[in-house]
């Protein structure tokens, strides 16, 4: 029997992971889709460290909201991903990394870039350094469709030029071609997750579908930015399932994945779907001071996820009025986690 491949830092290679029963670190853990993927390892039986931004209050962000006991089986620390210390006291012992902390608010970047940069070019920096001389197994370095621009064609493959348009992007941009320098420099085994429009419970007012929602349900009014825009949609769940058959494959490491819907939807039509789901007519108007500068107006984002389809045999299963559905009746339940009044960058 052929043996495992061994690369030049030690670490075994040609095997898959299966993270049953491994020690797994999230970092962005209290983030919209940090805290389903950690309530997802969870109940497959990992052994979850989750990293969490620090602050004197000691909340730990969406984490706060899952059921006790899932929650009870969590390790949590709390810290900052621009602190190299803090970031290899958590890695220690951990056999599998999935980086999802950032700053992700687009409108936030164009207010402080040097935040933004700092805490998505550096803390990744940090990150990749610590899984190097910890020996982690599996890196999931988390991406965004934002790093290519508006859309040259669709649906947009890998292979799609890289133009980001806002601080954000160029940001994540830079991440990532960080993260695929250590792989070819240092082998190290860390693959590139590039998922387009995340939706569904506990995510923030930052994003357009829980600002569509919120603002429907309490006053019946939307008011948004750019509304022609289109967007791929993709249901939490199924974002989850993509990181997890992606950290189990052994064909991923050095790889960049799409992660999407294929299904283009614009902002104008998204607001009738909620108004549908809702029983509502929605009056919809475009406020100066929500848009985007004029040249940072990424257009259209549709994905072609099918690398992902034949790479770890993932497609996405939650259909969007469901998703839709599901992410409305969450939202009634918790409409006072959200400050519909006020825009939120």
């Known amino acids: 029997m052929a043996s495992a491949m061994v690369s030049l830092n030690g670490i075994r290679r040609g095997n898959q992971m299966k993270l049953k029963g491994k020690k797994v670190l999230v970092t962005g853990a209290g983030g919209f889709i940090g805290s389903h993927l950690v309530e997802t390892l969870v109940k497959n039986h990992a ?10 209050r000691n909340d730990w962000g969406m984490l706060e909201l899952l059921n ?21 006291k958590a890695i220690k012992k951990c056999q ?7 700053s992700v608010g687009i409108p936030y970047s164009f207010v402080h870039p040097k935040d933004v940069v700092e805490t998505n070019v550096s803390g990744a920096l940090n990150l990749l350094l610590a899984c190097k001389d910890s020996r982690v197994e599996k890196i999931v370095h988390t991406s965004t469709s934002e790093v290519y621009g508006t859309a040259q064609y669709v649906p947009m493959d890998e292979n799609h030029p890289i133009s980001p348009q806002s601080p954000y992007a160029a940001s994540k941009a830079s991440a990532d071609q960080i993260a695929l320098s250590f792989h070819k420099s240092f082998n190290l085994p860390v693959g ?27 006053k019946g009014e939307v008011y948004l930015g750019a509304t022609f825009t289109t967007r791929d949609l993709t249901y939490v769940s199924d974002t989850v399932k993509g990181f997890i058959k992606f950290a189990e494959s052994d064909k991923t490491s050095g790889e960049v994945v799409n992660i999407g819907s294929g299904f283009e939807v614009s902002i104008e039509d998204l607001v009738e779907l909620v108004g549908k789901c809702l029983n509502k007519n929605i009056k919809l108007f ?18 072609n996820s099918n690398k992902a389809l034949k790479l770890v045999n993932w497609s996405p299963k939650v259909k969007l009025l469901d998703g839709l559905e599901k992410t409305i ?7 006072q986690l959200y400050k519909q009044e006020i825009y939120n960058i």
């Open 68 to 88: 006790k006991k899932i929650l009870n089986e969590v390790e949590v620390i709390a810290g900052d991903i621009r602190d190299s210390d803090a970031l290899r």
């Open 47 to 56: 052994k979850v460290r989750a990293f969490v931004h620090y602050n004197s």
């Open 329 to 335: 009746n969450w939202i009634e339940k918790n409409i």
């Open 96 to 102: 599998a990394v999935f980086n999802l902390a950032a």
């Open 192 to 218: 590139i997750m590039r998922p387009f429009n995340v939706y569904g419970p506990r995510q923030s007012a930052r994003a357009v579908i829980p600002t569509i929602i919120t603002q429907a349900l309490v």
């Open 286 to 303: 475009s406020q100066r001071e929500r848009k985007r500068p004029g040249q940072s107006e990424v257009v259209r984002l549709v994905s």
